[in-house]
T-cell receptor
Framework: DTAVSQTPKYLVTQMGNDKSIKCEQN?????MYWYKQDSKKFLKIMFS???????INETVPNRFSPKSPDKAHLNLHINSLELGDSAVYFC?????????????FGPGTRLLVL | DQQVKQNSPSLSVQEGRISILNCDYT??????FLWYKKYPAEGPTFLIS?????DKNEDGRFTVFLNKSAKHLSLHIVPSQPGDSAVYFC??????????FGAGTILRVKS
């Protein structure tokens, strides 16, 4: 009974393709996030959603489009994949968006663009 | 511009001794600080946190200290165990609960 799950765990694809990564949390949390861990191992926030509404949208190319069908799911769709999109993408969730909220992370999706 | 810095890329400690991991931050608006532990091919796992109104928080073998005037926090693990070997990330948040992470410190506990 994984708290935050992501699929797929590994994704290898060609440049120019469109791909989606799915995230689900069964913690009953209201807020979900996407983070990217780049080659230098920094974890950086991309987006956050609270109750299906976009809250945080960092400087991310508009080829990345998050979609939240309900508050337990936050999917990430990436159009026209580029080599630089290769990274590990982590989904996370927290109870609320307020202060002092602990975020819980999924296992990550390792994306390799060839 | 790194707002959260972990200046030691790695740390090696003998089993049973204390591990001290350090973290510095630059943004005075941060008011909540967390430590995450990460094993290879897994997501970060929440370890311990501290609010800016406190200077110490303890949970079993893990203690986090916060020095607001120095914008510095540290994680103490005592006694260290081989299973503690992992990458430790310091993270800070302010308004909007956006976490800003440090680059991580690889801890190796030798038996």
């Amino acid at each position: 009974d994984t708290a935050v799950s992501q699929t797929p765990k590994y994704l290898v694809t060609q440049m120019g393709n469109d791909k989606s990564i799915k995230c689900e949390q069964n913690l009953g949390h209201d807020t979900m996030y996407w983070y990217k861990q780049d080659s230098k191992k920094f974890l950086k926030i991309m987006f956050s959603y609270n109750n299906k509404e976009l809250i945080i949208n960092e400087t991310v190319p508009n080829r990345f489009s998050p979609k939240s069908p309900d508050k337990a799911h936050l999917n990430l769709h990436i159009n026209s994949l580029e080599l630089g999109d290769s990274a590990v993408y982590f989904c996370a969730s927290s109870q609320q968006t307020g202060q002092e909220e602990t975020q819980y992370f999924g296992p990550g999706t390792r994306l390799l663009v060839l | 511009d790194q707002q959260v810095k972990q200046n030691s890329p790695s740390l090696s400690v003998q089993e049973g001794r204390i591990s001290i991991l350090n973290c510095d931050y630059t943004n005075s608006m941060f008011d909540y600080f967390l430590w995450y532990k990460k094993y290879p091919a897994e997501g970060p796992t929440f370890l311990i946190s501290i609010s800016s109104i406190k200077d110490k928080n303890e949970d079993g073998r893990f203690t986090v200290f916060l020095n607001k005037s120095a914008k510095h926090l540290s994680l103490h693990i005592v006694p260290s165990q081989p299973g503690d070997s992992a990458v430790y990330f310091c993270a800070a948040s302010g308004y909007g609960n956006k976490l800003v992470f440090g680059a991580g410190t690889i801890l190796r506990v030798k038996s």
